[in-house]
């Protein structure tokens, strides 16, 4: 295995609406049509196995660090994170590492 | 793709040591070949590219959400939470999510 991942756990204002998490999702799942880097993306609602996690994980992998800078500072998901992160998000925790 | 997926990252406490931090990857290491339920497994620390990361990462994948209780249960598993990483955390934040 090889490669560089990167990973997002976010926890959801209490009043983010189940509409906004929904848009949310879906303009997210158009990244991969959108950024060739992205070689796997896996984003999804917490499961409710146990008490006490976050709400929304994005785990997206890339064949090195330098395709993750490309993503990240991309501006289709720069402006999906302003339009609908920042509205909804109380708190955020994040991750990269090597594969 | 289908699946069950549990994310968990770690924040480790100040006096850490990186003896410890050794100690705890190699002992997750050794988990894939204890648990079969698990599919793909993939651990490792912040690549320091990012401000206000947490420390660490663990990536674990299952083919449904009975094979991720079988390893979140398991005693080999649950030992290592105890000696290994109890010991050195600060703060940890999970998801499971279905892929």
């Known amino acids: 295995m090889s490669g560089f991942r ?3 756990l976010f926890q959801w204002r209490e009043d983010a609406t189940a509409e906004q998490k929904r848009t949310l999702e ?3 799942n ?3 049509g959108v950024i060739p880097e992205l070689r796997a993306y896996a984003i999804g ?4 196995v146990n008490d ?4 929304f994980a994005v785990v997206a992998d890339f064949a090195d660090r330098d395709a993750y800078l490309v993503y990240r ?5 720069r ?3 302003d339009e609908c992160v920042t509205p909804i998000v ?3 925790r994040a991750v990269q590492y090597a594969l």
Do not use: C, S, V, W
């Open 79 to 81: 402006k999906i994170i």
């Open 30 to 32: 158009e990244l991969p």
């Open 6 to 8: 990167h990973i997002a």
């Open 52 to 55: 006490g996690n976050f709400d």
């Open 45 to 48: 609602g917490d499961a409710g």
């Open 26 to 28: 879906d303009r997210l």
């Open 73 to 77: 500072d991309h501006p289709t998901h």
């Open 90 to 92: 109380a708190e955020r």
